[in-house]
């Protein structure tokens, strides 16, 4: 009809377009069906009474209740008419089994209408009881049921297929019967289901479709075997009720509501079987029709934290969390102010004939500039302090903390990079829940022995447990609500799998994922959030891909890996944790990259008691406590971190670990950059050996953290023994031989290549009695010494770093410490260069430009200083203080300020066991010509680019993994009040 047409209809009378749609709110379905048909205009009328006529039609259907029931009721759907529309076909399927004639679809649908015969059922209808009305019924006749209560003695078959229909308002029609049916299909609605004296079981099917429409099961179960389906909807399952589905193809359960259940509400179990009945094909079509596509929802984690889309790859925000605004909050401030040092040390004291040339000042601001410079820009290290082509400063360089952090990816975004999630996410197999509500129960889904099953924006509350998938069993969770169960949300064990992605898991009282025993789940975008226990805990062999979801808020760690678990964890934000972001303990393992990690309250990451995991390129930042705490006995490569703005130290490393850091940012932490501190104590080593502090006090409860990951295993073993699996986590462990098979092993911790920058107390802050190598750093602008060496009876290599503009000097070795200096640049320190009280060597050093002293010895045992050069701004080149015993031969000493009255060589008179051979002393003259400028050269200023000479690559090994080959007993310092802030909390 052309558009003039179109406005001579509307126009017919001269109706307002408002008193049409008076008008035709009136008109039942088929006669809106017909308007519809009329022209265009008509068409867009009748479409615009969505919330009004088609909204009570909708509500009107007595075989229908609210679309979004019984979840969110409240909630209106995108369309009333859709929803109409959806139901109406969802209501035809148990009869597209009919015989398909040659003619057409539309004599196949008036034969229909005319062969198929009604009966009734009840008081004065024409049969009394349900077993005589299908003793006579015919194919695809319809049972109507009047209200009463129907009850049968013995079971009943369906042997033609029936349509069994209750009048009235539902709960007046109730069956205490048992049924079995043996034909193709049935329907049935409006029925209550109540268990006969006999058999619990009120239906059953084993190869044949039932559909069930708005009934209601009370204490009875639906049982359905293979190749049987089953398609409920709008049903409720209660006071015990359940549906047991063993090897189904496909089953489709659409807003049903299941709530007081004795075991499971839904049990899928075993494979799906080969031979597939007739109405899979269109189960699966319908399922597909919902949701309309993969990406994220309105509801999703992803939608609620940015409303714009971004490319594929990492995305990058800016950072809600800047400096001042944490400072703010805290209270703290970049100055490690409430840092004591004990045994009387200060990072800041000072020798008397330092002090003279102060000229009694004690600040560390400098009073001397250097007249003879030296330049040393162009050392190993210097491109980490150089300006990006973009005008950007790196980390090592700038004074500003990083702004920016990476994003978790959208849901789509992690599908595009992984084709075996995708193909979950569009499978449809066996059992399919959506939009259903599991509560106030002991279960909600149960699968086991290879079942298969597919939950999308289901709500889950107030059970034991919302899902557990057990004995290869595929799981697809897709927008689902799962919240204050008293176990673990979702638990998964003996190598279950599927996609976990999307959903809202919070409140929960354990962990709200529970992956144990060679469980492969993938893991993706979800919520995880305000657990009374763990956000996430992987134990006993337990693996999966834990990718891009929010992990906040638990009272535990956001993360938790134990038992040998082995997880890969990446592109998550884990923060505002009440305990560690990511802990790592008895011999967990995992791969923790591109997280984002901060303002937990302890550690960002926690790793303990054989714990080693990977932990790359990860943001670490903003926490209450430290950044990276390596506990006793704790292993792993932490590489390519970003470690700032924590209120404790950047990394803090306890007594008997093996941590292996490459490549990290260390910047902005207001306490030290990087802690080993551990002191010797022989007489706690077995008290301490089964102990870490704060085991008896997290929480506040008196439960610890290890302890609480023992008790979520222990107390699994009360909720679920019933089941008859086996809880003893230790027969399933792999062997140390076996796990590190493939790594080459180290038996020293090692610190290399780091940037320890603008930490508010000591860089790197050293105090153990085990062997360290430090090799390749850059430690600059730390409001303390750079290196401070206070305890170690082991020997520590510091060698090929770069110590530059820090506050209070250097690198300072106190006494009875064995220390090797070789081949460090130590540059313009507002200090010494180096103090050294302990026994070593000191050689190949490049010393320039530091404010006090270059070299200053005192006490020495055993001291050998051998080509360095040296140039002071004040004070001495090399000063011998005290009964000192060693070689001085073949330095360099430069002149650095005319005004500098100290010898560049001293040695104190009484010292005779010291041998001084070979050291060249440069002083410009005082002509009026200038001499040449000074210059660092053969070789160029230290650290070299290279290793310098009697350092190989095989004595001092990078980039290796860590096994833990020998062990030193030590203990954590008693108090640790100058240790980490993570015992300061506790």
């Known amino acids: 009809m052309s558009p003039a047409?179109?406005?001579?209809?509307?126009?017919?009378?001269?109706?307002?377009?408002?008193?049409?749609?008076?008008?035709?709110?009136?008109?039942?379905?088929?006669?809106?069906?017909?308007?519809?048909?009329?022209?265009?205009?008509?068409?867009?009328?009748?479409?615009?009474?969505?919330?009004?006529?088609?909204?009570?039609?909708?509500?009107?259907?007595?075989?229908?209740?609210?679309?979004?029931?019984?979840?969110?009721?409240?909630?209106?759907?995108?369309?009333?008419?859709?929803?109409?529309?959806?139901?109406?076909?969802?209501?035809?399927?148990?009869?597209?089994?009919?015989?398909?004639l040659q003619s057409s679809a539309c004599l196949l649908f008036l034969r229909?209408?005319?062969?198929?015969?009604?009966?009734?059922?009840?008081?004065?209808?024409?049969?009394?009881?349900?077993?005589?009305?299908?003793?006579?019924?015919?194919?695809?006749d319809r049972v109507v049921l009047h209200p009463g209560v129907y009850e049968e003695q013995a079971e009943v078959a369906l042997k033609v297929p029936v349509e069994l229909v209750g009048v009235g308002r539902l709960g007046e029609v109730a069956l205490l019967v048992c049924m079995e049916q043996q034909c193709p299909t049935a329907r049935l609605c409006n029925l209550v289901f109540m268990p006969t004296w006999f058999s619990t079981v009120v239906y059953k099917t084993s190869w044949g479709h039932i559909q069930l429409d708005n009934c209601n099961f009370e204490g009875a179960q639906l049982q359905v075997r293979g190749p049987g389906t089953c398609q409920a909807r709008f049903c409720s399952f209660s006071q015990g009720s359940s549906a047991h589905l063993l090897g189904v193809a496909l089953s489709l359960f659409d807003s049903c509501d299941f709530s007081g259940s004795d075991t499971a509400s839904v049990t899928v179990e075993g494979p799906s079987v080969s031979e597939r009945n007739w109405a899979c094909k269109y189960l699966a079509a319908l399922a597909r029709t919902f949701p309309p596509g993969f990406g994220s929802s309105p509801n999703s984690p992803q939608a609620a934290s940015t409303g714009e889309q971004h490319p594929a790859g990492r995305n990058v925000r800016k950072d809600h969390v800047n400096m001042e605004d944490w400072k703010r909050r805290t209270g703290g401030d970049a100055v490690c102010h409430g840092t004591v040092i004990e045994d009387g040390w200060s990072d800041g004291d000072r020798s008397e004939e330092e002090d003279e040339n102060r000229d009694g000042t004690n600040d560390t601001k400098k009073t001397f500039t250097l007249v003879y410079k030296i330049?040393?820009?162009?050392?190993?290290?210097?491109?980490?302090?150089?300006?990006?082509?973009?005008?950007?400063?790196?980390?090592?360089?700038?004074?500003?903390?990083?702004?920016?952090?990476?994003?978790?990816?959208?849901?789509?975004?992690?599908?595009?990079?992984?084709?075996e999630a995708q193909i979950l996410a569009a499978s449809t197999h066996g059992c399919i829940l959506r939009r259903c509500l599991f509560r106030d129960g002991k279960g909600g889904v149960h699968l086991s022995n290879y079942g298969q099953a597919r939950l999308e924006e289901n709500v889950f509350r107030g059970l034991n447990y919302a899902v557990r998938c057990i004995q290869n069993s595929t799981i697809v969770m897709l927008r689902n609500e799962v919240c204050e169960c008293r176990a673990s949300g979702v638990f998964l064990r003996l190598s279950a799998q599927g996609l976990i992605a999307e959903n809202n898991i919070h409140s929960n009282g354990e962990a709200g994922l529970d992956i144990r025993k060679g469980a492969n789940p993938t893991i993706l975008c979800n919520k995880i959030h305000s657990g009374l226990r763990s956000g996430v805990v992987v134990l006993g062999n337990g693996r999966g891909s834990i990718r891009s979801n929010l992990i906040y808020n638990n009272k535990e760690a956001g993360v938790y890996i134990l038992f040998s678990g082995n997880p890969v964890v990446s592109g998550n934000q884990i923060f505002q944790g009440q305990a560690a972001g990511i802990a790592i303990n008895e011999n967990g393992r995992g791969m923790i990259k591109e997280n984002v990690i901060r303002e937990n309250q302890w550690g960002g990451v926690d790793i303990r008691r054989g714990g080693d995991p990977i932990l790359k390129n990860n943001h670490i930042c903003y926490g209450y406590s430290d950044g990276v705490v390596v506990g006793e006995r704790g292993r792993g490569l932490i590489e390519g971190n970003h470690v700032y703005c924590n209120k404790g130290c950047g990394v803090w490393v306890m007594s008997s670990s093996l941590p292996q850091l490459l490549g990290n940012y260390i910047t902005h932490n207001c306490m030290y950059g990087l802690a080993v501190f551990c002191r010797k104590d022989p007489e706690n080593i077995e008290a301490r050996e089964g102990n870490w502090p704060g085991q008896e006090g997290i929480g506040g409860d008196g439960s610890g953290e290890r302890r609480g990951v023992e008790g979520e295993?222990?107390?699994?073993?009360?909720?679920?023994?019933?089941?008859?699996?086996?809880?003893?986590?230790?027969?399933?462990?792999?062997?140390?031989?076996?796990?590190?098979s493939a790594r080459r092993s180290i038996s020293v911790a090692l610190v290399e290549s780091n940037c320890v920058s603008y930490n508010g107390a000591v860089g790197l802050y050293v105090k153990s009695s085990e062997a360290m190598n430090v090799f390749a750093n850059l430690v600059n602008n730390n409001r303390g010494p750079g290196i401070a060496v206070l305890q170690s009876s082991q020997l520590t290599r510091l060698a090929t770093n770069c110590i530059l503009d820090n506050e209070r000097g250097g690198v300072t070795v106190e006494k009875d410490c064995r220390v090797e200096l070789r081949g460090n640049g130590i540059y313009e320190n507002s200090g010494f260069g180096v103090r050294f009280i302990g026994s070593g060597q000191i050689v190949e050093n490049d010393v320039v430009g530091n404010q006090g002293y270059g070299i200053q010895v005192s006490a020495s045992p055993d001291i050998k200083i051998m080509r360095n050069r040296v140039q002071p701004t004040q004070g001495c080149g090399i000063a011998l203080l005290g009964p000192v015993k060693g070689v001085v031969h073949d330095n360099i000493l430069f002149q650095g300020h005319p005004g500098n009255k100290k010898i560049l060589l001293h040695m104190d008179p009484d010292i005779e066991s010291c041998v001084l051979r070979n050291n060249s002393f440069l002083r410009h003259n005082n002509s009026c010509t200038p001499g040449p400028s000074w210059i660092l050269e053969n070789p160029p200023p230290r650290p070299l680019a290279t290793s310098p000479a009697g350092i190989s690559s095989s004595q001092y090994p990078s980039g290796l993994g860590i096994s833990m080959s020998t062990r030193v007993g030590a203990t954590v310092e008693s108090g640790c009040h100058n240790g980490s802030m993570f015992c300061s909390i506790l």
Not at 713 to 739: K, V
């Open 375 to 419: 330049p040393c820009e162009h050392h190993g290290l210097s491109h980490l302090l150089k300006p990006r082509t973009d005008g950007s400063l790196p980390p090592a360089s700038s004074p500003a903390p990083p702004s920016v952090t990476p994003e978790p990816l959208t849901f789509q975004q992690e599908l595009d990079r992984d084709p």
């Open 713 to 740: 295993g222990r107390e699994g073993q009360e909720n679920f023994n019933e089941e008859g699996e086996l809880f003893a986590w230790e027969s399933d462990l792999d062997s140390e031989d076996e796990r590190h």
């Open 112 to 140: 229909r209408r005319k062969d198929r015969r009604v009966w009734h059922v009840g008081s004065g209808c024409e049969f009394e009881t349900l077993r005589g009305a299908l003793g006579v019924v015919g194919p695809y």
């Open 5 to 100: 047409g179109e406005r001579d209809v509307m126009e017919v009378g001269s109706l307002p377009v408002e008193l049409w749609r008076v008008i035709l709110a009136y008109l039942p379905l088929p006669d809106l069906g017909r308007c519809c048909q009329v022209c265009r205009a008509w068409r867009e009328l009748v479409l615009s009474l969505d919330n009004t006529r088609w909204r009570q039609l909708c509500l009107g259907c007595p075989e229908c209740r609210h679309p979004n029931w019984p979840s969110q009721p409240q909630r209106e759907p995108p369309s009333w008419r859709e929803a109409l529309k959806q139901h109406a076909l969802a209501t035809r399927t148990w009869t597209r089994n009919l015989p398909e």
